[in-house]
């Protein structure tokens, strides 16, 4: 069974730095795309960032220069990390992959950035 863990969220001042992990545990095949997206309250969920064979990273405009997605495949784990972070970062951040047939979530971790 494929499970995703979130963790790293919680609050920071404006300015300051966080980084995010995704613990992937279980076997996945076809991977396409490995992502982060965010979902702040009162709106849609939105991708932030994505990395497809382990090089190629696309970024939402909000959040170029400031967050890097990577990954870890030893470790099975992708990370995002985000500096500068801003109050409107702030966001319940989730990871998804993707693969050729299903998507896979975590629950989610709440990344609160205080001004």
């Known amino acids: 069974q494929v499970q995703l863990v979130e963790s790293g969220g919680g609050l920071v001042q404006a300015g300051g730095s966080r980084r995010l992990s995704c613990a992937i545990s279980?076997?996945?095949?076809?991977?396409?795309?490995m992502a982060w997206y965010r979902q702040a309250p009162g709106k849609q969920r939105e991708l932030v960032a994505s990395?497809?064979?382990?090089?190629?990273?696309t970024y939402t405009d909000s959040v170029k220069g400031r967050f890097t997605i990577s990954r870890d495949n030893a470790k099975n784990t992708v990370y995002l990390q985000m500096n500068s972070l801003k109050p409107e970062d702030t966001a319940v951040y989730y990871c998804?992959?993707?693969?050729?047939?299903?998507?896979?979530w975590g629950r989610g971790t709440q990344v609160t950035v205080s001004s």
């Open positions: 990395i497809r064979g382990g090089v190629t990273t």
């Open positions: 998804n992959i993707q693969t050729t047939r299903d998507a896979y």
């Open positions: 279980g076997s996945i095949f076809s991977i396409n795309a």
